[in-house]
């Protein structure tokens, strides 16, 4: 057996609570908690009150202010976390306590409120640009704002398309993805902007643009991202202008803000069924490098796979670090013109040699073990998947490494893995 209590409250429709009514501030209060607890909220068919107010669903009595009964079932252990608050918040009712033996708990786990609409994760007020706005302020802003995409709107503020880091590299030429191109100086900077001179978003961007309504669900939406390979979605209002933004940093932000932690509540004895781990939707058979790796290959490496990390292991499989190739540009701090030079012509390796004979010295005598970020942030193998969504969110990591007990690298788990495992159906 368990030991539960049963909480309940009677109050009434009437009652209120921080201006909202009372059912509701205590649905919040159980749910920010995130303890192994539910609640329910009753309506009465009729009933009195010891202020003189009956309520009768007849004709010739107006019923205002029906009875309500508000049920909490929770391990007895949280009672001295949870009455105290509960006597703050019951403005209006009574509250009892009586003992409950549980013989099981079982719930089945979600990482993606379910209840969540579009506009209550959305960010708001974004920034937009025109089809005729020049291609390098739009730049500019994506630059300024460490956006990596921007909604183009009419003179209606309704989305007719959205411009990409994608699309200025597939259609306007545009060299290096926007957070290697912010690693550089202004001269670098000025040098793209200049090559953009004369054209507009209307030519790069890309029509016509995926919308999705601020009512719709958020589970609904996060779909939609997932089978149409976008990472973030304009959010239209109800005449079809453009109210916010969604991407899948805001809907982790939420996951790690509103997703109980599994972690905890199993460990009392809740039994959690369904519950997915990082093992089961990781990315295997990575390359990896060792630390002695000249910055010479990992360079070459990069460039013709289209990676932007490598993780660095010793002899036993042990993850030391990360090298990301924004971490190889400080292998060439003092040579960055000769670097910035060989990545935007895309010259290929077998050529740096002849053209940049002092940049491959410096790669040459130089290993990943020293650019390598050491005592990167990492998540257990068998760790549930909100464990890795909170890690992603707090560091503002894409991919996060996967390694089992020993510290051996077994991997890496990504956004789209972690949206997709919690939108797949339930067994």
């Given at each position: 057996?368990?030991?539960?209590?049963?909480?309940?409250?009677y109050?009434?429709e009437?009652?209120?609570?921080?201006?909202?009514?009372?059912?509701?501030?205590?649905?919040?209060?159980?749910?920010?908690?995130?303890?192994?607890?539910?609640?329910?909220?009753?309506?009465?068919?009729?009933?009195?009150?010891?202020?003189?107010?009956?309520?009768?669903?007849?004709?010739?009595?107006?019923a205002?202010?029906?009875?309500l009964?508000?049920?909490?079932?929770?391990?007895?252990?949280?009672?001295?976390?949870?009455?105290?608050?509960?006597?703050?918040?019951?403005?209006?009712?009574?509250?009892?306590?009586?003992?409950?033996?549980?013989?099981?708990?079982?719930?089945?786990?979600?990482?993606?409120?379910?209840?969540?609409r579009?506009?209550?994760?959305?960010?708001?007020?974004?920034?937009?640009?025109?089809?005729?706005?020049?291609?390098?302020?739009?730049?500019?802003?994506?630059?300024?704002?460490?956006?990596?995409?921007?909604?183009?709107?009419?003179?209606?503020?309704?989305?007719?398309?959205?411009?990409?880091?994608?699309?200025?590299?597939?259609?306007?030429?545009?060299?290096?993805?926007?957070?290697?191109?912010?690693?550089?100086g202004?001269?670098?900077?000025?040098?793209?902007?200049?090559?953009?001179?004369?054209?507009?978003?209307?030519?790069?961007?890309?029509?016509?643009?995926?919308?999705?309504?601020?009512?719709?669900?958020?589970?609904?939406?996060?779909?939609?991202?997932?089978?149409?390979?976008?990472?973030?979605?304009p959010?239209?209002?109800?005449?079809?202008?453009?109210?916010?933004?969604?991407?899948?940093?805001?809907?982790?932000?939420?996951?790690?803000?509103?997703?109980?932690?599994?972690?905890?509540?199993?460990?009392?004895?809740?039994?959690?069924?369904?519950?997915?781990?990082?093992?089961?939707?990781?990315?295997?058979?990575l390359?990896?490098?060792?630390?002695?790796?000249?910055?010479?290959?990992?360079l070459?490496?990069?460039?013709?796979?289209?990676?932007?990390?490598?993780?660095?292991?010793?002899?036993?499989?042990?993850?030391?670090?990360?090298?990301?190739?924004?971490?190889?540009?400080?292998?060439?701090?003092d040579?960055?013109?000769?670097?910035?030079?060989?990545?935007?012509?895309?010259?290929?390796?077998?050529?740096?040699?002849?053209?940049?004979?002092?940049?491959?010295?410096?790669?040459?005598?130089?290993?990943?073990?020293?650019?390598?970020?050491?005592?990167?942030i990492?998540?257990?193998?068998?760790?549930?998947?909100?464990?890795?969504?909170?890690?992603?969110?707090?560091?503002?990591?894409?991919?996060?490494?996967?390694?089992?007990?020993?510290?051996?690298?077994?991997?890496?788990?990504?956004?789209?893995?972690?949206?997709?495992?919690?939108?797949?159906?339930?067994?």
């Amino acid at each position: 057996m368990l030991a539960y209590s049963l909480i309940r409250i009677y109050t009434s429709e009437r009652a209120r609570f921080d201006g909202k009514p009372l059912w509701e501030g205590v649905i919040q209060f159980v749910t920010e908690l995130k303890i192994a607890a539910r609640c329910f909220v009753s309506k009465g068919l009729a009933g009195c009150f010891e202020n003189g107010v009956v309520a009768m669903p007849t004709i010739e009595v107006l019923a205002y202010d029906f009875p309500l009964r508000i049920d909490l079932l929770l391990p007895t252990s949280e009672l001295p976390l949870v009455l105290p608050e509960l006597e703050e918040i019951v403005t209006d009712g009574l509250i009892t306590v009586d003992p409950v033996n549980v013989v099981a708990h079982k719930s089945s786990m979600t990482v993606l409120p379910m209840h969540l609409r579009v506009r209550s994760v959305m960010t708001g007020e974004p920034t937009v640009v025109s089809p005729d706005t020049a291609l390098a302020e739009a730049v500019r802003l994506l630059l300024d704002k460490n956006f990596n995409g921007l909604p183009v709107v009419d003179d209606r503020r309704r989305p007719v398309g959205i411009i990409t880091q994608g699309d200025l590299m597939t259609r306007a030429g545009f060299p290096l993805r926007l957070g290697l191109v912010g690693a550089f100086g202004s001269n670098q900077v000025a040098e793209v902007l200049s090559g953009l001179a004369g054209r507009t978003v209307a030519e790069v961007m890309t029509k016509p643009v995926t919308v999705v309504p601020e009512d719709q669900p958020l589970s609904e939406a996060v779909q939609s991202m997932l089978d149409r390979g976008l990472k973030r979605l304009p959010v239209v209002g109800k005449a079809g202008e453009i109210v916010g933004m969604l991407s899948r940093s805001d809907v982790f932000r939420v996951i790690s803000r509103e997703s109980p932690d599994w972690g905890q509540l199993r460990q009392g004895r809740l039994t959690v069924s369904n519950l997915t781990r990082v093992r089961d939707i990781m990315e295997r058979d990575l390359d990896t490098i060792p630390p002695d790796t000249p910055v010479a290959e990992v360079l070459r490496s990069l460039s013709l796979q289209g990676r932007q990390r490598v993780a660095v292991v010793d002899q036993e499989g042990r993850l030391l670090g990360v090298l990301t190739d924004k971490d190889l540009l400080a292998a060439f701090a003092d040579q960055k013109p000769g670097i910035w030079a060989w990545l935007v012509a895309k010259v290929p390796y077998f050529d740096v040699g002849r053209r940049y004979r002092d940049l491959l010295e410096r790669a040459r005598q130089t290993c990943a073990a020293d650019f390598m970020r050491k005592d990167p942030i990492t998540v257990l193998e068998d760790a549930p998947i909100d464990e890795a969504i909170r890690l992603m969110i707090r560091h503002h990591l894409k991919r996060l490494p996967v390694v089992d007990g020993k510290g051996t690298f077994r991997g890496l788990i990504s956004r789209d893995a972690l949206l997709r495992a919690n939108l797949a159906p339930t067994p």
